[in-house]
C-alpha cells in the first residue's frame, strides 16, 4: 500500500534527549507528489517522542502536579483544517470555550458520542482515517509550586482517545497513539516557574483507531489524568517487584530489580535488601480471598517509593491454572470503564464501588475489556482482592466483516505499534499482584503480531501465563478460551472431548490447557439465564475453571427529555449514521450502578458457599449440608443464622454452630426442632444464612454472602372448595356468580363484588426481552422473529359457548392468531365458594407448533389505585425460569410501580415466581386476592404489553389508569441469546396441553 511508513519508532531511554518536531515526524502531503509521506496520525508508527514505559505507582516523596481543571478548548471538524499557532505561549485563546479535563468533548456539547459494535465508524481503508475527522485542540497555562526546583521532570497522560501531539511553552514533545495506554514525555528543561503553556491537538480518528474497535462510545479528549512528575537525579527509573511463594514450605521470595539501584526495607518481615538481592522468609501469601499485602519501600539516592508487596505464585500445571499450588475457580466479569455522565473518565470513588459491589456479589475476577484499566483499578484490586485478566489494549474486530483481510496484527507493518501496546501495559502493571494473566488483546483473529507480542511478554515476565481467546489454536496462549460456548460445548471441553484440531500437536498441547470462558452469559436486558447450569459444570470438570459474563455496566449515557425526566441513551440517540443499538447495554449493573436482577442472580449462583436441605423421613430437613466452595479460605470468617418461617411468617431465628471448614470440605449441621403444634398451620421453611462474622475491607458485618432454603416437613395442599353457588341470570345481558357478575355473550367477568375489572384471559404474549430478540448472528430461530412471524401479539379469542351449569360456569374458547391455523382451545370453568370465585382452566393446543410459548397465563386489568403489592412466594425481586435463583420464598411487600425493573430498552420484566398468592390493595387495606394452584408468577403494570413492546426508552412509558395483572402459569426462559446460547431444553415453554386454576377473591 502506498502512504505508510515502513520504520519502527525510535523509543528514547531515560537520561537522553527526546525527539523534537525539527527531529521527528514532519512529513507535510505535497500535492501532486507521488509518493507523499503519510501524516503522523495516520501512520502506522505508534508515536514519536515519547519516554519508554515504566511501571506506575501511586505516590512517592517526589513533587507531582496534577493538571486536572478547566482548560481552554477549540474543535475543529478536521485533521489539517488549524495551523500550529496555537501551541505558542503567546497564542490568544480568549475567543475559546473551556472544557474540563480529564474529560471527553463529545460529552460536553462539542460534537456527539456515537457507537458501534464491530463496524468502524468510519471507510476501512488502513491506517488512513477519513479527511472528517474531529480534532480538538487544548491550551492549559500553569504555574510550577513553590520549592519544585530546577531539573529532570516527566510530563504524563494517563489515557488519550485516539491521537494527541504535545507541545510546552511553543516546544514539540512528540506525539503518540494508544488510548487506554500512559505516555510519557521529558519536560524539566523547558518548564518554568510560572505560565507553562501546555497545548495538545487531540484527533479523533487516527490510524491507532484500527487498533481500537472495542464495543463502546468513540469518545475523543483527554480521559485520564494529566500530571507533571518531578524526577530528581537518581529517582527511581523503573522497577520490577517479584514476590512469589511456595506452598509447599509456605515461604515467599522477594526480588525488586530497580533503576539505578537501592535499597528495598520491609518491616514486617524484618526485611532490608539491596535491590537485585533477593531473601525468602515465612510469609501470608496474596489471594483474592485474602489479599495480604506487605508494605515496603524502595529507596534510591533520588526519591523513596512506598510498596505494596503480594507474595503468590501463578502457574499452568497439570492442566490447570494454578495460584499458590491450588486451582482457581474465576467467578468474573468483563468490566469497560463508564460512567453515565462522563464517559470514559472514572474517578477513585467510582472505582471503588464497583469493587465493592463485585466483592458483595461474591465476584472474584474481572477481565479489564479491553484495554488497561486506570491503574488506580489495580491498586483497589491489590488491596480489596481480585484475579485480573488485564488485556492490552487492541481489537481489530472490524476486518471480520471482510474476511479480515488487511488485518493490522497479520501485518509486519503495524508490529512495532503491538508491541508498544504491548510493553506500555506489561511495564505498567507488571507490580499488581492481583493481575495474574496477561491478555494479547480482544477479537483480533490471528496473525504473526499476537506472536510477536506473546514472544516479548514471555520473555518479560515468565511469572504470569498468557490469555487471548481468538485464535482456537492456542499457539500463543497458555490457557483455552471462548465464548459463549454452549453448556454442552463447555461439557465436552471439561472432558478434554473437543472437537480436534487439525494439527495434532496443536490438539495435543491444547486439549492439555486449562479452559477459561472469557465472556459467556450475555447480561443484555432481561437476564441472563442459563448460570447455574454453567456454574454447575465449573463445579463438575476441574479444567474448565470459570470464566466472566459479559459485562459489568450498562453503558447508558444519561440523558433528559424536555420536561426533565431522566433516561439512557445508546446507539442511534445521537444520530449516527452507523450504530448497533442498545447493544452497548449489557451489563449487571444499570448505568447508575445499581444492581439489576441479573447480578443478584449471579451472587446466587457463585456462591463460596453451599447450604442444601438433608432430606427427613416427611419430605422436609432437619438438617442441612454446608460446603466451603472458597478456593483459599476457610469458613471462620463467617457466621450462620437460622430462621423458620411459616406463610412467610417468622416463627423463630438463631444462630448455627458451624465448623472452620476448609476449602471442599462440607459438614450436616442440625437445624433445631421445630415447633410441633406450627407444622400444620401452612407451609413451614427453614432459611440458612452466612454472614461475615466481622467486618472486612469490603463490607460490614453482617453482610449476606450465601443462603439456602429447604423445606420443614411436607408443604400442606389445600383441596379445591366446594361449590356453593350456581349461576343464574340476572337484569340485563348478565349472568351472576357468588360475587362475579359476567358478560351473558361473552362469559368474561366484569365485576367481582361490585369491583369493575376485565378479564382474565388467555394471553400467550410478553415485550420481548433482549435475549429473545436474539443477535441476528446466532444459529437457529430467534424467538422474538419466530413468535411475531406467528402471530402471537396479535391473537384473537373466539367465545363458543358460554354454558351456566348447576355448579359452574363454562365459557369454551379458541385462541388463534390471524392467518394461521394454529389455535389453543380453551375452557373456562368459573365456580363460587363463598365470597371468593374459582377459575379452572384447561389449554390444549391445536395444530403443530413449531416455538414455544412466550408465556401461558391469563392478563386482566383493574383499577389504578390497587398501587400495593403483596405476596408469599419467590421476592423480593424478580425472576424467570432460568433467572429465579435468587427468588427467596417469603412474604413480600411493596408498591407496584417498585416491581418494575427498569432496563434501558423496556421489555419483559417484573414477574414474581413461585408465588402462593398476591393481594393488590389500596391506602385502605381493601382490593382483590389471589391464590394459585399450582404456584404462579406474577407481574403488575400500569402499561399494556403493547406499549411495553413498543418503548424504546423507559420514558416513553406513561402511566394509565388502569393496572395491568398477569397471572402466569409459565413463562418461557430468559437464556442468553442476545449474544450467548438460547434457553436450555428444560426451561422452553413447549406448547403442550395444560390445566392450572386460580382463586379471586375481594378484600375489604
Not at 437 to 457: K, V
Not at 638 to 646: D, H, I, Q
Not at 656 to 681: C, I, K, Q, W
Not at 921 to 928: A, E, F, I, N, V
Request: glycine share 10%; net charge negative; charged share 25%.
Amino acid at each position: 500500500m502506498t502512504g505508510t511508513s515502513q520504520h519502527a519508532p525510535q523509543q528514547p531511554t531515560h537520561g537522553q534527549p527526546p525527539r523534537t518536531a525539527d527531529d521527528t515526524h514532519r512529513a507535510p502531503h505535497h500535492p501532486g507528489s507521488p509518493h507523499p509521506r503519510p501524516r503522523y496520525y495516520e501512520d502506522r508508527s505508534p508515536g514519536s517522542g515519547a519516554l519508554p514505559p515504566r511501571a506506575w505507582y501511586q505516590r512517592s516523596d517526589a513533587a507531582r502536579l496534577s493538571l486536572h481543571g478547566t482548560w481552554r478548548f477549540r474543535l475543529s471538524p478536521r485533521a489539517d483544517a488549524e495551523d500550529e499557532a496555537f501551541a505558542r505561549p503567546d497564542f490568544d485563546d480568549a475567543q475559546w470555550r473551556e472544557l474540563r479535563v480529564p474529560g471527553t468533548w463529545a460529552l460536553k456539547g462539542f460534537g456527539a458520542p456515537a457507537y458501534t459494535n464491530t463496524a468502524y465508524p468510519f471507510p476501512v481503508d488502513p491506517p488512513r482515517p477519513p479527511d472528517e475527522n474531529p480534532t480538538g485542540d487544548h491550551r492549559h497555562v500553569f504555574d510550577l509550586p513553590d520549592g519544585w526546583g530546577a531539573g529532570p521532570a516527566v510530563l504524563h497522560f494517563g489515557g488519550v482517545e485516539s491521537c494527541a501531539r504535545v507541545w510546552l511553552n511553543g516546544r514539540e514533545l512528540g506525539h503518540f497513539k494508544g488510548s487506554r495506554l500512559p505516555h510519557e514525555f521529558e519536560v524539566g528543561h523547558l518548564l518554568r516557574p510560572s505560565r507553562n503553556v501546555l497545548a495538545v491537538r487531540v484527533h479523533q480518528w487516527s490510524s491507532g483507531s484500527y487498533l481500537e474497535d472495542q464495543d463502546q462510545w468513540w469518545l475523543p479528549g483527554i480521559f485520564r489524568n494529566v500530571s507533571v512528575h518531578r524526577r530528581p537525579e537518581g529517582s527511581v527509573v523503573d522497577h520490577f517487584v517479584h514476590a512469589g511463594f511456595d506452598h509447599v514450605t509456605g515461604r515467599g521470595t522477594l526480588r525488586v530489580e530497580c533503576e539505578p539501584g537501592g535499597r528495598v526495607t520491609v518491616p514486617e518481615l524484618g526485611l532490608d535488601l539491596a535491590t537485585g538481592q533477593s531473601a525468602t522468609v515465612a510469609v501470608r501469601p496474596w489471594t483474592a480471598e485474602q489479599p495480604h499485602l506487605y508494605d515496603g519501600e524502595l529507596v534510591t539516592a533520588g526519591e523513596r517509593v512506598p510498596l505494596r508487596i503480594g507474595f503468590r505464585t501463578v502457574r499452568v500445571e497439570d492442566g490447570l491454572l494454578k495460584v499458590n499450588g491450588r486451582r482457581i475457580l474465576l467467578r468474573g466479569v468483563n468490566r469497560h470503564e463508564f460512567h453515565p455522565l462522563y464517559g470514559r473518565t472514572v474517578g477513585p470513588e467510582t472505582m471503588r464501588r464497583d469493587l465493592l459491589l463485585m466483592k458483595r456479589h461474591n465476584i472474584n475476577a474481572v477481565r479489564t475489556s479491553h484495554y488497561p484499566p486506570h491503574p488506580a483499578f489495580l491498586d483497589l484490586c491489590d488491596e480489596l482482592g481480585m484475579w485480573v485478566v488485564d488485556e492490552c489494549d487492541l481489537e481489530t474486530h472490524g476486518f471480520a466483516q471482510q474476511g479480515w483481510r488487511d488485518n493490522p496484527v497479520d501485518d509486519e507493518r503495524w508490529e512495532p505499534a503491538l508491541l508498544d501496546r504491548a510493553r506500555r501495559m506489561v511495564e505498567r502493571d507488571k507490580n499488581h499482584p492481583s493481575v495474574v494473566l496477561w491478555s494479547l488483546g480482544n477479537e483480533c483473529g490471528t496473525g504473526r503480531g499476537l506472536t510477536a507480542m506473546a514472544s516479548w511478554m514471555r520473555e518479560r515476565d515468565p511469572s504470569r501465563p498468557l490469555h487471548y481467546e481468538g485464535d482456537r489454536s492456542c499457539a500463543d496462549t497458555d490457557v483455552y478460551s471462548r465464548m459463549y460456548a454452549d453448556h454442552a460445548e463447555v461439557a465436552r471441553i471439561g472432558q478434554r472431548a473437543e472437537e480436534p484440531l487439525a494439527d495434532p500437536d496443536l490438539d495435543a498441547r491444547r486439549r492439555g490447557l486449562p479452559f477459561l470462558l472469557c465472556e459467556y452469559a450475555h447480561a443484555m436486558g432481561n437476564g441472563p439465564g442459563g448460570l447455574s447450569e454453567y456454574q454447575r459444570l465449573f463445579e463438575t470438570y476441574p479444567r474448565c475453571q470459570g470464566g466472566f459474563v459479559w459485562e459489568w455496566i450498562d453503558h447508558g449515557l444519561r440523558q433528559q427529555t424536555p420536561d426533565g425526566a431522566v433516561f439512557h441513551a445508546y446507539g442511534g440517540d445521537f444520530g449516527e449514521e452507523l450504530h448497533d443499538g442498545n447493544f452497548v447495554c449489557d451489563g449487571l449493573v444499570f448505568p447508575d450502578r445499581v444492581p439489576s436482577p441479573g447480578l443478584i442472580s449471579f451472587k446466587k449462583v457463585i456462591e463460596p458457599v453451599r447450604i442444601e436441605g438433608e432430606s427427613a423421613a416427611d419430605g422436609g430437613a432437619d438438617a442441612v449440608r454446608i460446603t466451603n466452595l472458597h478456593d483459599f479460605a476457610d469458613l471462620g470468617h463467617l457466621a450462620f443464622l437460622w430462621r423458620y418461617e411459616v406463610e412467610g411468617e417468622v416463627r423463630g431465628h438463631g444462630w448455627m454452630e458451624v465448623p472452620a471448614l476448609a476449602p471442599d470440605e462440607s459438614a450436616v449441621v442440625a437445624l433445631p426442632e421445630a415447633p410441633a403444634e406450627e407444622r400444620d398451620e401452612g407451609e413451614a421453611i427453614w432459611t440458612v444464612r452466612a454472614v461475615l462474622d466481622e467486618d472486612a475491607a469490603w463490607a460490614p458485618a453482617g453482610h449476606e454472602v450465601a443462603w439456602g432454603q429447604v423445606p420443614a416437613g411436607r408443604r400442606p395442599v389445600a383441596a379445591p372448595p366446594g361449590a356453593t353457588a350456581r349461576p343464574r341470570r340476572g337484569e340485563g345481558n348478565v349472568i351472576l356468580l357468588g360475587p362475579g357478575t359476567f358478560d351473558a355473550t361473552t362469559g368474561a367477568l366484569g365485576y367481582l363484588d361490585g369491583v369493575q375489572l376485565r378479564g382474565p384471559r388467555l394471553d400467550v404474549w410478553r415485550a420481548p426481552t433482549d435475549n429473545d430478540e436474539a443477535a441476528p448472528w446466532q444459529p437457529g430461530p430467534r424467538p422474538a422473529t419466530e413468535w411475531r412471524r406467528l402471530g402471537l401479539h396479535r391473537m384473537r379469542h373466539r367465545v363458543e359457548a358460554v354454558e351456566p351449569g348447576p355448579q359452574a360456569l363454562v365459557v369454551r374458547t379458541r385462541v388463534a392468531p390471524a392467518g394461521s391455523p394454529l389455535a389453543l382451545r380453551t375452557v373456562y370453568r368459573w365456580s363460587a365458594h363463598r365470597d371468593a370465585l374459582r377459575l379452572e382452566l384447561t389449554v390444549d393446543p391445536e395444530g403443530d407448533w413449531p416455538v414455544p410459548l412466550p408465556r401461558l397465563g391469563v392478563l386482566m386489568s383493574v383499577s389504578g389505585s390497587l398501587g400495593f403489592a403483596e405476596w408469599f412466594g419467590g421476592g423480593p425481586g424478580e425472576g424467570y425460569p432460568d433467572t429465579r435463583q435468587a427468588a427467596q420464598i417469603g412474604r413480600w411487600a411493596m408498591p407496584v410501580d417498585a416491581l418494575q425493573t427498569p432496563y434501558v430498552r423496556p421489555q419483559e420484566n417484573g414477574a414474581r415466581p413461585g408465588v402462593r398468592w398476591v393481594r393488590l390493595t389500596r391506602t385502605d387495606g381493601s382490593g382483590l386476592r389471589v391464590e394459585g394452584d399450582p404456584d404462579f408468577s406474577f407481574s403488575a403494570r400500569r402499561w399494556t404489553d403493547e406499549e411495553l413492546t413498543a418503548a424504546r426508552h423507559t420514558t416513553d412509558l406513561r402511566p394509565g389508569e388502569d393496572l395491568w395483572l398477569h397471572l402466569d402459569h409459565a413463562q418461557h426462559g430468559i437464556g442468553s441469546q442476545s449474544c450467548g446460547p438460547g434457553v436450555l431444553p428444560r426451561h422452553r415453554l413447549e406448547v403442550a396441553p395444560a390445566r392450572f386454576s386460580f382463586v379471586f377473591s375481594s378484600l375489604r
